[in-house]
């Protein structure tokens, strides 16, 4: 099972931009996808989660509002659309996959899930 994260890059405060993950080893549907980030000297943190089942999503709290995750199960990709970027954006970003169904306690541990992507890094900065 192979993660490949992609779409980082510089950008400026209040910008946009769109993250994405192609999963290949394994078919999408079937499995939770979820996005985290980690900041240098940070713990890796929980930003966002599609369940397997399209209609349940979590978003951390510093997020909610500005970044959206969506997955198409036919290209076997999941996104992250960010809006209204700010400097505490700033962090290597990694997508990973579990199989199970996950709920509002769990999703954001990294211990819930079994494949991670290489990361991307997003800075954000004038």
């Known amino acids: 099972v192979q993660l490949q994260a992609s779409g980082g890059g510089l950008v400026q405060p209040g910008d946009s931009l769109r993250l994405s993950c192609a999963v290949s080893?394994?078919?999408?549907?079937?499995?939770?996808i979820a996005w985290f980030r980690q900041a240098p000297g940070k713990e890796r943190e929980g930003v966002a989660y599609?369940?397997?089942?399209?209609?349940?999503?979590f978003y951390a709290s510093s997020v909610k509002g500005r970044f959206t995750v969506s997955r198409d199960n036919a290209r076997n990709t999941a996104y992250l659309q960010m809006n209204s970027l700010q400097r505490d954006d700033t962090a290597v970003y990694y997508c990973?996959?579990?199989?199970?169904?996950?709920?509002?306690?769990?999703?954001?541990?990294?211990?819930?899930?079994?494949?991670w992507g290489q990361g991307t890094l997003v800075t954000v900065s004038s």
């Open positions: 990973a996959t579990t199989p199970r169904s996950l709920i509002l306690s769990s999703w954001s541990s990294v211990d819930s899930y079994t494949d």
């Open positions: 080893g394994h078919t999408l549907d079937g499995y939770g």
């Open positions: 599609a369940s397997i089942h399209i209609g349940r999503k």
